[in-house]
């Protein structure tokens, strides 16, 4: 196992990563000895039990709650239903919410726990290589709003954040796909090594070798810890994380959520971001080519779905970085540094849109 911290003085928490942890209550440290677990349809059948059972075994009370699968039910209704949940079996402010899901399931659950009493301990059991990476970490929680992804949320960070690397081993391969976007990200807006072990190290990970697999995620969570430790509210350098999804979210709301993955889109949204550097003469075409081809070899799409140029540009306007109406877009100073600008002319944004665009 390998334990990384991110470092937020008396909010500090560990990442666990590691084999077969999701057995290891006793890494599981409860304010009180009861505990909410949220999963969903899928996920609980496969590991509810095996979280659950050495819990009991340790003296904990577990109140279990399932929800339907899917991005188009991180929403109001699924929300109210974790309250309903929560009041009915007499949770209090100080049982621990355990999220045992990929990002769905952290994102929503986490919000509860932000908002349940006006806010009670989290912790994510992430089991999706996008949610072990990305989503687990750095305590953004959300549900969406038919206009726009994550439009209401709640900054509220875990209190720990355990990793099973074998949980990944029953992910659908669309899915581990999905979530390589997200660890490709990493690489192109800080890490230029670790883009460069990607691309060495890319089919060991697209076969699930354990020990690739879990540096692809330590490397992965170590990026993100420095950068939430920095600009935890995102005030500045945290926007960097959203590297594709101001093209990503509108593609996502725009055909409709659950349609393409989260990490689909992001990997669209990415080469839109690059189309767009290469265009402002801040990469060049090889560089923008090397790009696509790795999302390429990822088996992520690098063309986004019919949608209007117009509709990106509506949709885009939710985004949570415009700013005095003025849209900021993460892109690629050069590969493994992003800055976020308000640089590129409209025209310019719309060519990169029309030019990833499969019939826009
Ligand atoms: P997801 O939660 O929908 O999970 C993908 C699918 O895999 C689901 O059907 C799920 O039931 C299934 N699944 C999960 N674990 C499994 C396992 N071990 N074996 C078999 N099936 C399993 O999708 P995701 O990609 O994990 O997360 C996407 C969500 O995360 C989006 O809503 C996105 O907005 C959010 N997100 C949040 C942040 C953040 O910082 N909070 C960052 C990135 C993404
Ligand atoms: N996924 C973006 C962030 O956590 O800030």
């Given at each position: 196992?390998?334990?990384?911290?991110?470092?937020?003085?008396?909010?500090?928490?560990?990442?666990?990563?590691?084999?077969?942890?999701?057995?290891?209550?006793?890494?599981?440290?409860?304010?009180?000895?009861?505990?909410?677990?949220?999963?969903?349809?899928?996920?609980?059948?496969?590991?509810?039990?095996?979280?659950?059972?050495?819990?009991?075994?340790?003296?904990?009370?577990?109140?279990?709650?399932?929800?339907?699968?899917?991005?188009?039910?991180?929403?109001?209704?699924?929300?109210?239903?974790?309250?309903?949940?929560?009041?009915?079996?007499?949770?209090?402010?100080?049982?621990?919410?355990?999220?045992?899901?990929?990002?769905?399931?952290?994102?929503?659950?986490?919000?509860?726990?932000?908002?349940?009493?006006?806010?009670?301990?989290?912790?994510?059991?992430?089991?999706?290589?996008?949610?072990?990476?990305?989503?687990?970490?750095?305590?953004?929680?959300?549900?969406?709003?038919?206009?726009?992804?994550?439009?209401?949320?709640?900054?509220?960070?875990?209190?720990?954040?355990?990793?099973?690397?074998?949980?990944?081993?029953?992910?659908?391969?669309?899915?581990?796909?999905?979530?390589?976007?997200?660890?490709?990200?990493?690489?192109?807006?800080?890490?230029?090594?670790?883009?460069?072990?990607?691309?060495?190290?890319?089919?060991?990970?697209?076969?699930?070798?354990?020990?690739?697999?879990?540096?692809?995620?330590?490397?992965?969570?170590?990026?993100?810890?420095?950068?939430?430790?920095?600009?935890?509210?995102?005030?500045?350098?945290?926007?960097?994380?959203?590297?594709?999804?101001?093209?990503?979210?509108?593609?996502?709301?725009?055909?409709?959520?659950?349609?393409?993955?989260?990490?689909?889109?992001?990997?669209?949204?990415?080469?839109?971001?690059?189309?767009?550097?290469?265009?402002?003469?801040?990469?060049?075409?090889?560089?923008?080519?090397?790009?696509e081809q790795l999302f390429r070899r990822a088996g992520l799409p690098?063309?986004?779905?019919?949608?209007?140029?117009?509709?990106?540009?509506?949709?885009?306007?939710?985004?949570?970085?415009?700013?005095?109406?003025?849209?900021?877009?993460?892109?690629?100073?050069?590969?493994?540094?992003?800055?976020?600008?308000?640089?590129?002319?409209?025209?310019?944004?719309?060519?990169?849109?029309?030019?990833?665009?499969?019939?826009?």
């Amino acid at each position: 196992m390998e334990t990384l911290t991110v470092a937020l003085g008396d909010r500090s928490y560990p990442i666990h990563v590691g084999r077969g942890l999701i057995e290891s209550a006793e890494l599981l440290v409860l304010r009180q000895p009861k505990a909410a677990i949220v999963s969903n349809t899928t996920v609980a059948p496969l590991y509810l039990q095996r979280l659950a059972d050495p819990l009991r075994r340790a003296g904990v009370e577990v109140v279990e709650m399932v929800l339907p699968d899917g991005e188009r039910f991180k929403d109001w209704r699924t929300l109210n239903s974790i309250f309903d949940g929560l009041l009915e079996r007499r949770c209090e402010r100080s049982t621990t919410l355990i999220a045992l899901g990929g990002g769905v399931v952290g994102d929503i659950t986490g919000f509860a726990a932000a908002c349940f009493q006006r806010g009670m301990p989290f912790i994510q059991v992430p089991t999706t290589l996008l949610a072990q990476v990305d989503s687990s970490v750095g305590g953004k929680t959300a549900i969406n709003h038919p206009l726009g992804k994550n439009m209401i949320g709640a900054f509220h960070q875990p209190q720990l954040v355990l990793a099973d690397t074998d949980t990944l081993n029953t992910l659908p391969d669309r899915e581990l796909r999905a979530g390589l976007a997200e660890v490709i990200k990493y690489g192109l807006i800080r890490d230029l090594p670790f883009l460069e072990w990607l691309e060495a190290n890319l089919e060991s990970l697209l076969s699930r070798e354990p020990t690739v697999l879990a540096e692809a995620i330590c490397r992965s969570c170590r990026n993100k810890a420095e950068v939430v430790v920095a600009d935890e509210r995102e005030t500045g350098e945290r926007a960097l994380l959203n590297l594709g999804h101001t093209f990503g979210h509108a593609i996502e709301t725009g055909v409709g959520y659950g349609e393409w993955l989260h990490g689909e889109a992001i990997a669209v949204g990415s080469m839109m971001a690059a189309e767009l550097s290469s265009q402002l003469g801040w990469i060049d075409r090889d560089e923008l080519l090397r790009v696509e081809q790795l999302f390429r070899r990822a088996g992520l799409p690098v063309y986004g779905p019919a949608l209007k140029v117009e509709r990106y540009l509506e949709l885009m306007q939710h985004d949570k970085k415009v700013q005095d109406g003025k849209l900021r877009l993460v892109l690629l100073q050069q590969l493994g540094k992003a800055v976020l600008s308000d640089a590129a002319p409209p025209a310019e944004i719309r060519r990169a849109i029309g030019a990833r665009s499969a019939h826009a």
